[in-house]
């Protein structure tokens, strides 16, 4: 069973940084793709960042564009979101997940596996 767990979040002021990390036990990260999606009060859970399975391509939402870098560490088995030049619209939880299929994936049931989440709050 594959079990995902979320790590980083917190509470920040506009312009700063924070990086998540995703802890994958039960299968090697380098044999899945990976998703990071958020999620405000009242809204849909949508995707920030994927890295696809294999060759580690990489698909950002265009509001995050510039601003956040999803990474793996196959060692480390752990998947990173770093953000930068945090802002409001980016406060919500961020979910991390996970699926073994190829590809881009991009909505929330393209994935089989999924994190708790973790709050990211960004202050003006």
């Known amino acids: 069973q594959v079990q995902l767990v979320e790590s980083g979040g917190g509470s920040v002021q506009v312009g ?3 990086r998540l990390s995703c802890a994958v036990s039960g299968r090697t990260v380098s044999s899945c793709g990976m998703g990071w999606f958020r999620q405000a009060p009242g ?5 920030v960042a994927t890295i696809t399975r294999g060759r580690d391509s990489t698909y950002y939402a265009d509001s995050v564009k510039g601003r956040f ?3 793996r560490d196959n060692a480390k088995n752990t998947v990173f979101l770093q953000m930068n030049s945090l802002k409001p619209e980016d406060t919500a939880v961020y979910y991390c997940a996970a699926d073994a299929d190829y590809g881009f994936q991009i909505r929330p049931y393209d994935y089989d596996s999924w994190g708790q989440g973790t709050q990211v709050t960004v202050s003006s």
């Open 16 to 18: 700063d940084s924070l």
């Open 43 to 47: 809204k849909e859970r949508t995707l």
């Open 69 to 71: 870098t999803i990474s």
